[in-house]
Structure formats: structure tokens, C-alpha cells
């Protein structure tokens, strides 16, 4: 089945500086890719659409500025956490559409910033 | 505004009893509609999904879902749990963007 991998699974970064997190579709190409934070014990939280060769839609309440979205090809979606700070350290989630119009989610990047 | 909602925050069954977890969507039309299991501190995993047609959709694992539009609901259903069954568990829908509307989820556990 179509697999969503997200790299790196664990980052620690200090706080004030930039992380990256890779969000691909293995075996499929995404021209939508959707971009998730999920606090721990709570649901998950739209953040902002990745749209292939264009920018970023992101939801209300999300900084387009802190939160840096690239989706440079079909298969690559970037977010990038730019001087990151304790609040934001969290569970990062992507997903993917595939065929049938099913989503399919990465396994999550676990960001925590001291 | 589409919106899911999940009553139940926390439920606890016996292994080998039944399960039927709530999902209550809001949504002018009829929404897609997707149940995903979370084991802690990993990705989501398709259970199952509702598109349109038969209203009761088969997924893996043994897990089934009936969507029923009179009640606005896309309750998960299993006729016998096990203990790798514990988990959170989250509906989902989407209005056809591909953007999806969780609920807060529902945590499983499961005594032996």
C-alpha cells in the first residue's frame, strides 16, 4: 500500500534555532500533501495544506512565518519550525493523498525544543 | 462549519467483548468519513473509510463502521476485542479537499 515517511522521527534543537522535518510519499505522487500538530493526549490539528509548485495554505492561527512549508516536488513536503522555542515542541504529522481518494499519514516527527 | 465529535474520551472493555466506539459528524453534505488507530507515540493507521455506496464498510483488523445519514454518525463497531486492540482512536471526515476534521479521539484500553 502507499506509504507516507516522515524523517526525522525524533529532533531536539535549542531553542532560537531552525528544524527541518521531511514528509515523502514513497510510492506515489502527492501534489496535496497536509501538515498535522498533535499535543500529547489531544487530537490532531490541521496546520496547513502543502501544494505542490505553490504556497502554502495555512489554517487561522497558524504563523505561515514560524511554520515554513515547501513542497518542492510530488513526493517531498518540508516544514521547517524557524526559531523554535519550548512552546512548540510537539508531535508533527503529515499526510498524503493516494489512490481512491485515501489519506494516508506519515509516522510522525517528535520535535522538542529546549 | 464541519466538525466531528467523538462523546467518549475513554472506554474500557473486557478482551473478547464487543466494541462500538461514537462518531458524530456535522457537515452540510455528505462528508468522506475515516476511522484511524494511533498506538502511542506513532503515525495514524487507516482502519477504515466511507466514500459513498453500501453504508456499512468493512476494514482490517476485524473492524466494521456503519454510516448512517439520519443520525449523522460513523460509529466503529468490533465483535470481539483483543488486548492489541488498546489504542486512541479517531473519525475523521473530509468535505472532498483532502482536509481532514478529526475528533478529540477516543482512548481504548482493554483488561484481560
Known amino acids: 500500500g502507499a506509504v507516507v515517511s516522515q524523517h526525522p522521527s525524533w529532533v531536539i534543537c535549542k531553542s532560537g534555532t531552525s528544524v527541518k522535518i521531511e514528509c515523502r510519499s514513497l510510492?506515489?505522487?502527492?501534489?496535496?500533501m497536509f501538515w498535522y500538530r498533535q499535543f500529547p493526549k489531544q487530537s490532531l490539528m490541521l496546520m496547513a495544506t502543502?501544494?505542490?509548485?505553490?504556497?502554502?495554505?495555512?489554517e487561522q492561527g497558524v504563523e505561515k512565518d514560524k511554520f515554513l512549508i515547501n513542497h518542492a516536488s510530488l513526493t517531498l513536503s518540508t516544514l521547517t519550525v524557524t526559531s523554535a522555542h519550548p512552546e512548540d515542541s510537539s508531535f508533527y504529522i503529515c499526510s498524503a493523498k493516494g489512490e481512491g481518494n485515501t489519506i494516508y499519514f506519515g509516522e510522525g516527527s517528535w520535535l522538542t525544543v529546549v | 462549519a464541519q466538525s466531528v465529535t467523538q462523546p467518549d474520551i475513554h472506554i474500557t472493555v473486557s478482551e473478547g467483548a464487543s466494541l462500538e466506539l461514537r462518531c458524530n459528524y456535522s457537515?452540510?453534505?455528505?462528508?468522506?468519513l475515516f476511522w484511524y488507530v494511533q498506538s502511542p507515540g506513532q503515525g495514524l493507521q487507516l482502519l477504515l473509510k466511507?466514500?459513498?455506496?453500501?453504508?456499512l464498510v468493512q476494514g482490517i483488523k476485524g473492524f466494521e463502521a456503519e454510516f448512517k445519514r439520519s443520525q449523522s454518525s460513523f460509529n466503529l463497531r468490533k465483535p470481539s476485542v483483543h488486548w492489541s486492540d488498546a489504542a486512541e482512536y479517531f473519525c475523521a471526515s473530509s468535505g472532498g479537499y483532502n482536509k481532514l476534521i478529526f475528533g478529540a479521539g477516543t482512548r481504548l484500553a482493554v483488561h484481560p
Open positions: 502543502s501544494n505542490e509548485g505553490s504556497k502554502a495554505t495555512y
Open positions: 466511507y466514500f459513498s455506496g453500501d453504508t
Open positions: 510510492d506515489f505522487q502527492a501534489t496535496t
Open positions: 457537515y452540510g453534505a455528505t462528508p468522506y
